[in-house]
């Protein structure tokens, strides 16, 4: 670092450094000192950029790291790093001058130890509980006997072997074998993709799609089978539209597959026997199903034939069945010819009596008849005929119309002596023919006046004559100025008389 500080001024204790020289040292101090190095701690906030990388804090109870995996590291490591996972980080400390921080540049990532493995993986099966994926509606019937089996594993262990061994005893099938890594860090992103692609074949193509998928694996660690525990796989599993057996590890072994597929075998070779039914078992049972088959109808058969027995003795002899028809056929035979011999003398008989009308005369006096009865009409058809019918319909339409005319004027006459005499009637009833006759109407302050003691409580009086109204004072005197107001005003006209249907009823007041 000597040839980084310049050599003190006089009267200074120390060297001057820039910012970016301090910068610089301190990261160089730091790689150099922490270049390799392992961290344990509990991841706290995670993000995922666009970028690819992945950018993470580890901390404990008292202190901070800031963490980031390039796009690379991240997408070869084989555990997906999640908030509150703990871990183990292998990388190297170095500084980001541009905010005076130091961070860990992670190339590595594990699960710390088997209790982190297990917790992360019970947060990963709650995950998918909630969303459904072990719901039993879900899950698909397997075939009852398939006629391809796809198998993804690895071609190389012990397991493949075991389960096409299995199927040659049972019931030989053809299997389509995808190839995957069982474990280590490229096992879950294989098995997914083989899963994936059985699904997409085309059934009946060149390389046929299978009827069945069985996901296998041998026993091993939890670690060695933490690929079948991988969102990705169980997610596959559970998206797969063909049957799927999971049949990963022991007995024992429990993983994410087991609980998303359609049926869990507990070993490959128990997978191939759910698989496929035994042949000699089905070539048996059909045998004993084609012996109860004869033999069912072999007694149908004999129970019908004693059946048939049975009702054939208890009915009657054909001859005695028959005797009673024959009988009456012979009866009937005997008695044709004199009915027909009676029929036909009934017919002469009514041939006689319709031919009896038919003589000469007769024709030749009804056509005489039609003869007469067709002139009459030919007469009509002349034309003075049709003249004369002509003269007889218009006589008939003139006094039809002269009637008619008649009719409408005496009801009009009638309609209108009505309408004068109800006018009459109003003239009569109207309050101002009472008026012409002497009387008047007296209003005080706009109101009909009926006592005397509501025209003296009354500021100012009105009297109604038949040719107009008058106006007075208090106390009966004229209305100040009333003989310049009448002379300069225009003569009161009289009421003009109301319509008969809507005249109003008198008014009710004083009349003198």
């Known amino acids: 670092m000597s040839d980084l500080i310049d050599d003190p001024r006089e009267g200074e204790n120390a060297p001057e450094f820039s910012v970016t020289e301090l910068s610089g040292a301190i990261k160089r101090m730091i790689e150099g000192e922490f270049s390799h190095v392992r961290i344990k701690g509990e991841i706290g906030r995670v993000s995922f950029p666009r970028s690819g990388h992945v950018y993470l804090d580890l901390k404990d109870d008292r202190s901070v790291i800031a963490g980031v995996m390039w796009k690379g590291v991240a997408a070869r490591v084989s555990t997906r790093p999640e908030e509150g996972m703990e871990v183990v980080a292998t990388g190297r400390l170095t500084t980001f001058p541009g905010q005076s921080k130091y961070q860990l540049v992670i190339e590595d990532l594990k699960p710390a130890g088997v209790g982190a493995l297990m917790a992360m993986l019970e947060k990963r099966k709650a995950m998918l509980q909630a969303e459904g994926l072990f719901e039993q509606g879900r899950k698909k019937p397997l075939p009852y006997l398939p006629e391809i089996i796809g198998v993804v594993t690895s071609p190389s262990g012990a397991v493949i072997r075991d389960i096409l061994h299995r199927l040659r005893d049972r019931f030989p099938r053809k299997v389509l074998l995808w190839p995957v890594a ?68 022991h007995e024992t072994d429990t993983t994410l597959i087991d609980f998303v597929s359609d049926k869990r075998a507990p070993t490959p070779t128990a997978a191939a026997e759910i698989a496929v039914p035994v042949r000699l078992e089905l070539l048996a049972w059909i045998e004993e199903q084609g012996a109860r088959l004869t033999r069912g109808l072999e007694q149908g058969l004999r129970q019908r034939d004693q059946r048939l027995r049975d009702v054939a003795r208890a009915l009657p002899r054909a001859e005695n069945l028959l005797q009673t028809p024959r009988q009456r056929l012979d009866a009937a035979s005997d008695a044709l010819p004199r009915a027909l011999q009676a029929g036909v003398q009934s017919r002469k008989v009514a041939l006689a009596q319709k031919s009896g009308g038919l003589s000469d005369k007769t024709l030749l006096r009804m056509i005489e008849t039609r003869r007469q009865a067709l002139g009459r009409r030919a007469d009509r058809l002349t034309p003075v005929g049709l003249q004369r019918d002509i003269t007889r319909r218009r006589e008939k339409v003139t006094d039809l119309s002269r009637r008619l005319s008649d009719a409408g004027t005496r009801q009009v006459q009638t309609l209108k002596d009505r309408l004068s005499s109800l006018d009459r009637m109003r003239e009569t009833l109207s309050y101002t023919a009472t008026l012409e006759r002497g009387y008047a109407v007296v209003r005080g302050d706009g109101a009909l006046v009926k006592t005397s003691l509501e025209a003296s409580a009354a500021q100012s009086l009105e009297i109604e004559f038949a040719d107009g109204r008058l106006p007075i004072g208090k106390g009966g005197a004229p209305a100040p100025h009333a003989s310049e107001v009448a002379a300069s005003e225009t003569p009161t006209k009289p009421t003009p008389k109301p319509k008969v249907k809507k005249s109003p009823p008198p008014e009710q007041g004083s009349l003198f």
């Open 182 to 249: 069982v474990q280590g860090e490229q096992c879950a992103t294989q098995v997914a993709n083989a899963i994936d692609g059985f699904n997409k074949m085309t059934p009946g193509g060149s390389m046929p799609r299978p009827d069945l998928i069985i996901v296998a694996r041998g026993g091993g660690s939890i670690e060695d089978l933490w690929g079948f525990n991988e969102e990705v796989v169980a997610r596959a599993a559970a998206a797969s539209d063909i049957p799927l057996i999971s049949a990963v590890g």
